[in-house]
């Protein structure tokens, strides 16, 4: 069974628009991508073979929690080898408040960048 979707909401007098976790999760995917020094998003599967396939896949390397007016994210990658990780931390910190920020008009409370792997190069 699936959980309950969360959204963000803005209501005028107009209506309203309800921004998903889903949507801040692919704002947060896409600037954390951009980051150099960032091999990949890090999977953390979950337990079926289609949940494997799924466009879910973004959504299990970076997770939104979504409160009334506020978001903050977990976000698991692989650094690339010979990088400063700890510079490359606040790098993506950096990179995913300004996207969401862009976005939504609403800074996160929290970025954690959980480095959960470490890709070496090959040379040839």
Same mark, same amino acid.
């Given at each position: 069974?699936?959980?309950?979707? /969360? ?9 309203? @628009? ?6 801040? /999760? ?8 951009? @980051?150099?020094? @960032? ?38 990658? @692989? ?46």
């Amino acid at each position: 069974m699936s959980e309950p979707k /969360t959204y963000i909401t803005y209501a005028d007098e107009g209506g309203s @628009v309800n921004i998903s976790e889903d949507v801040l /999760t692919v704002i947060a995917g896409g600037a954390t991508a951009e @980051v150099e020094g @960032v091999y990949a998003l890090y999977p953390s599967y979950g337990r079926d073979i289609g949940e494997l396939l799924s466009k879910k896949a973004l959504t299990r390397s970076i997770r939104a929690a979504v409160a009334e007016k506020s978001v903050s994210f977990d976000v698991y990658i @692989v650094a690339e080898f010979g990088c400063a990780l700890s510079k490359l931390g606040e790098n993506v910190q950096r990179a995913v408040s300004e996207a969401v920020e862009a976005s939504i008009g609403i800074r996160p409370e929290a970025v954690n960048v959980h480095i959960s792997g470490v890709s070496l190069k090959k040379t040839k």
